[in-house]
């Protein structure tokens, strides 16, 4: 079994170039990797029927921030894994951004694939 285990990860991230290598490497590592360039653009695309199984996203993005497309998708899907890659992470960490039980992991930019993957796999209840 590849290490993404065919799971769909549904990114928002408003760097491109940041976008474009993570995706590339998750691929690599055996995630469909859907990309929007912020949160509204993936509150779109959820709210258009696009099927996704984790949610990653940075949180200071143009339009919607990702603190409020995690509320917005959690309260349509309260148990959506989510992993969170931001350069400025809020001072009480995680905790400010959970919001329901399902998990919740906080990476802090530069993120580096191996850590990513590690997450997105311990989220989806792989590890």
């Known amino acids: 079994m590849s290490m993404g285990a065919g799971l769909s990860v549904l990114m928002a991230e408003d760097e491109w170039l940041a976008a474009e290598v993570l995706a590339e490497a998750l691929a690599d590592a055996g995630f469909t990797?859907?990309?929007?360039?912020?949160?509204?653009?993936?509150?779109?695309?959820?709210?258009?029927?696009?099927?996704?199984?984790?949610?990653?996203?940075?949180?200071?993005?143009?339009?919607?921030?990702?603190?409020?497309?995690?509320?917005?998708?959690?309260?349509?899907?309260?148990?959506?894994?989510?992993?969170?890659?931001?350069?400025?992470?809020?001072?009480?960490?995680?905790d400010a951004l959970h919001g329901g039980k399902a998990p919740l992991r906080l990476l802090t930019k530069p993120v580096e694939i191996a850590p990513l993957v590690a997450a997105l796999r311990a989220v989806a209840g792989l590890t």
């Open 33 to 94: 990797v859907l990309t929007a360039p912020d949160g509204l653009a993936a509150l779109e695309m959820a709210a258009g029927g696009t099927r996704f199984d984790l949610l990653l996203t940075d949180l200071r993005m143009p339009r919607m921030d990702g603190r409020e497309l995690i509320a917005r998708l959690r309260a349509e899907r309260p148990d959506l894994p989510v992993v969170v890659m931001t350069g400025f992470p809020p001072p009480d960490g995680a």
